[in-house]
């Protein structure tokens, strides 16, 4: 590691930004998943697309969908 000031100050606004984002990932991540599994409010629905709404359908149906509901 380099001993300029500069340098140390931009390596630690850029670790602190991009802890930042990956937090606000995961919090979103977490929101999405609240809304689906818990709520079931139809905001995950309204987030997925129709197509992958289709195949989750189908999917779960193939599987037994009635003991996952």
Do not use: F
């Not at 818990?38 to 037994?64: C, E, F, I, P, Y």
């Amino acid at each position: 590691m380099t001993g300029d000031p500069v340098l140390r100050g931009m390596l630690s606004v850029h670790v602190k930004a991009s802890s930042l984002l990956m937090l606000l990932i995961v919090v979103h991540i977490a929101g999405a998943l609240w809304h689906w599994l818990v709520r079931k409010d139809g905001v995950w629905q309204s987030m997925v697309a129709r197509q992958w709404r289709w195949t989750w359908r189908n999917a779960l149906g193939q599987a037994g969908g009635k003991a996952l509901q």
